[in-house]
């Protein structure tokens, strides 16, 4: 059983849209959680972190949490295609280990 | 600030081969990781160091994988012998200790192409 899940896409989304990304994870001791960004053949770059529940905004992005569900979610605003990417989500368990999940590929269409 | 160095960028290599990559992480950086990518998948982690002490290597491979942080700088990833399921990126990161060191950072990987 994987331990960070996300829907692998693609997502689609027009420009200038909300585009939503979900992830959610096993370990329920688990308390920091990331965000990061893969352009194809690049490395990922991260781009949020949280660490309680609730809401957390930066910019265009905003990361969700909810321990009680096992849930996290970025929102991206006013989506450009420069956003195209892929969106990893990463979850530290026990240990220190940060678990990534696979990744969702977003598109945003101009 | 100069990011986390990696070299080579693409490596091509026969199974049956030795190949070694090297990492030089954000200056400060007590904290370092290897991980490895296939296509489609996220990144594993490989071994992660504090300092120069490998405080977690369960998911390295040990009959063929070796890593080595010498002076808790700089650190080398080898694989002897290669085979072709080694084919992936390998990434290094880097993190500062206490709170902040859960705030990972990446270099931009080596291609490994096992033949």
């Known amino acids: 059983q994987k331990e960070v899940e996300q829907n692998s896409g693609p997502l689609s989304v027009p420009e200038g849209a909300i585009a939503s990304l979900n992830c959610t994870y096993s370990?329920?001791?688990?308390?920091?959680f990331f965000w990061y960004r893969q352009y194809s053949g690049k490395s990922p770059e991260l781009i949020m972190s949280?660490?309680?529940?609730g809401d957390k905004e930066d910019g265009r992005f905003t990361a969700q949490l909810n321990k009680a569900s096992q849930y996290v979610s970025l929102l991206i605003r006013d989506s450009q295609p420069s956003d195209s990417a892929t969106y990893l989500c990463a979850v530290m368990e026990y240990g220190n280990k940060l678990v990534f999940g696979a990744g969702t590929i977003l598109r945003v269409k101009s | 600030e100069a990011g986390v160095v990696q070299s080579p960028r693409y490596k091509i290599i026969e199974k049956k081969q030795p190949v070694a990559f090297w990492c030089n992480p954000i200056?400060?950086?007590?904290?370092l990781y290897w991980y490895r990518q296939n296509l489609g998948q996220g990144p594993e982690l490989l071994i992660r160091y504090e300092n120069e002490e490998a405080v977690d290597d369960s998911q390295l491979p040990k009959d063929r994988f070796s890593a080595e942080r010498l002076k808790g700088v700089d650190s080398t990833l080898k694989i002897q012998p290669a085979e072709l399921g080694d084919s992936a990126v390998y990434l290094c990161?880097?993190?500062?200790?206490?709170?902040?060191?859960?705030?990972?950072?990446f270099g931009p990987g080596t291609r490994l192409t096992v033949t």
């Open positions: 370990d329920r001791g688990s308390q920091s």
């Open positions: 200056s400060g950086h007590n904290t």
């Open positions: 990161a880097s993190s500062l200790a206490g709170l902040a060191a859960y705030e990972q950072y």
């Open positions: 949280i660490y309680s529940n």
